[in-house]
């Protein structure tokens, strides 16, 4: 004990000299923050069925002749004549389009020689119907009056933006239920959602239909049914965990 006494005092006796003329002796202290993050991913779906308000037809004249000029002008023939009938039946000049006009020549390969043997002439036609009712009686008289290329009905609902925000709704109603049983069940507690995804699947689907120009004289007539279609939306909500 008596010969720790002199060492101790040897000890403070060094450092008080070194701080004297060296300076106060450097500490350094490091500092590490660690974050915890720790999310909860959940999804819901939600659906609505929607019946269609409009349709949407398209329908086309195809000519073929020995010259371009016959053929155009029978195809101009032909496509005034689809025109005059749908527009009959109530449907505005605004809601009738034309989407393709095009005369070609028609070629064959004889000798190694290309020769042209004819001309083909087409025009598709894009025609609105707002009177879901009309939709058949547009198809048959298009197809009376000449159209031999009819590609097919689209069926349309005029306002989706309600239709995809009430299947939103549903859908995220559904997640948060099943984020509350996981958290209730798991013995978590649920933060704020931090983020949020969706995807939508509601396009309005074509309907193939095959017409020819004689079907309007078989004295049957068209019967396409819109019925109905379902608008999806998915979401995924994302939650901190407390």
Same mark, same amino acid.
Request: net charge neutral; proline share 4%.
């Given at each position: 004990?008596?010969?720790?006494?002199?060492?101790?005092?040897?000890?403070?006796?060094?450092?008080?000299?070194?701080?004297?003329?060296?300076?106060?002796?450097?500490?350094?202290?490091?500092?590490?923050?660690?974050?915890?993050?720790?999310?909860?991913?959940?999804?819901?779906?939600?659906?609505?069925?929607?019946?269609?308000?409009?349709?949407?037809?398209?329908?086309?004249?195809?000519?073929?002749?020995?010259?371009? @000029?016959?053929?155009? !002008?029978?195809?101009? %023939? &032909?496509?005034? =004549?689809?025109?005059? #009938?749908?527009?009959? *039946? /109530?449907?505005?000049?605004?809601?009738?389009?034309?989407?393709?006009?095009?005369?070609?020549?028609?070629?064959?390969?004889?000798?190694?020689?290309?020769?042209?043997?004819?001309?083909?002439?087409?025009?598709?036609?894009?025609?609105?119907?707002?009177?879901?009712?009309?939709?058949?009686?547009?198809?048959?008289?298009?197809?009376?009056?000449?159209?031999?290329?009819?590609?097919?009905?689209?069926?349309?609902?005029?306002?989706?933006?309600?239709?995809?925000?009430?299947?939103?709704? @549903?859908?995220?109603? !559904?997640?948060?239920? %099943? &984020?509350?049983? =996981?958290?209730?069940? #798991?013995?978590?507690? *649920? /933060?704020?959602?931090?983020?949020?995804?969706?995807?939508?699947?509601?396009?309005?689907?074509?309907?193939?239909?095959?017409?020819?120009?004689?079907?309007?004289?078989?004295?049957?007539?068209?019967?396409?049914?819109?019925?109905?279609?379902?608008?999806?939306?998915?979401?995924?909500?994302?939650?901190?965990?407390?």
């Amino acid at each position: 004990m008596n010969q720790l006494i002199p060492a101790v005092l040897l000890f403070f006796v060094a450092l008080f000299t070194y701080t004297k003329f060296a300076g106060p002796i450097p500490f350094s202290i490091t500092s590490t923050t660690t974050t915890k993050s720790d999310t909860f991913t959940v999804s819901g779906e939600g659906k609505v069925v929607v019946v269609p308000d409009s349709a949407v037809v398209h329908a086309g004249v195809q000519t073929t002749a020995g010259t371009a @000029k016959l053929a155009q !002008e029978q195809l101009n %023939k &032909a496509a005034n =004549a689809v025109t005059q #009938a749908v527009k009959k *039946l /109530g449907i505005d000049t605004t809601d009738i389009k034309t989407t393709n006009y095009s005369v070609y020549p028609i070629t064959d390969y004889q000798d190694k020689q290309q020769r042209i043997t004819g001309y083909q002439a087409s025009s598709s036609l894009t025609i609105k119907v707002r009177d879901m009712d009309k939709t058949n009686s547009v198809i048959d008289a298009a197809t009376g009056a000449g159209a031999n290329q009819v590609g097919g009905v689209v069926f349309e609902v005029a306002d989706k933006s309600k239709a995809e925000n009430e299947a939103r709704e @549903k859908a995220v109603s !559904e997640a948060k239920k %099943k &984020a509350s049983d =996981a958290a209730r069940i #798991a013995g978590f507690r *649920l /933060g704020r959602i931090v983020n949020y995804s969706e995807g939508y699947n509601g396009a309005p689907r074509p309907m193939p239909i095959m017409a020819k120009a004689e079907s309007a004289d078989t004295g049957v007539p068209t019967q396409i049914e819109p019925g109905s279609s379902e608008i999806t939306v998915s979401v995924t909500l994302f939650y901190e965990i407390l």
